[in-house]
């Protein structure tokens, strides 16, 4: 069980950076899967980045190279930090954790999203 809450969207032009943060409730040590996902309307929502309690990390082709997904445990905290934004980055950006119970069963926790807006 946790809550997590996302900041640090708005309006960016071409080109400018972002950094995204979700603050979870607890201890994010335990977790062992933490990431961001994005939906736009009409779309499914899609996973960005992860990351593994262990450090393994994930990114979707389409932003390889330009955003970074990393995380403070002693803050809480998972951030996404997104660089060279491009107009097709639009969208809003969901904080996500996975969360096994004691019969291993993984729930799915979300943010409430922050919406993210790249202008040409």
């Known amino acids: 069980q946790v809550q997590l809450v996302e900041s640090g969207g708005g309006l960016v032009q071409a080109g400018g950076s972002l950094r995204l943060s979700c603050t979870a409730s607890r201890s994010i040590i335990s977790i062992n899967r933490m990431g961001w996902y994005y939906q736009t309307p009409g779309k499914q929502r899609e996973l960005v980045a992860e990351?593994?309690?262990?450090?393994?990390?994930w990114y979707a082709d389409s932003v390889k190279g330009r955003f970074t997904v990393s995380r403070d445990n002693a803050k809480n905290t998972l951030y996404l930090q997104m660089n060279s934004l491009k107009s097709e980055d639009t969208a809003v950006y969901y904080c996500?954790?996975?969360?096994?119970?004691?019969?291993?069963?993984?729930?799915?926790?979300w943010g409430q999203g922050t919406q993210v807006t790249v202008s040409s």
């Open positions: 996500n954790a996975k969360i096994r119970d004691e019969s291993l069963i993984q729930w799915n926790y």
């Open positions: 990351i593994t309690s262990g450090g393994s990390l």
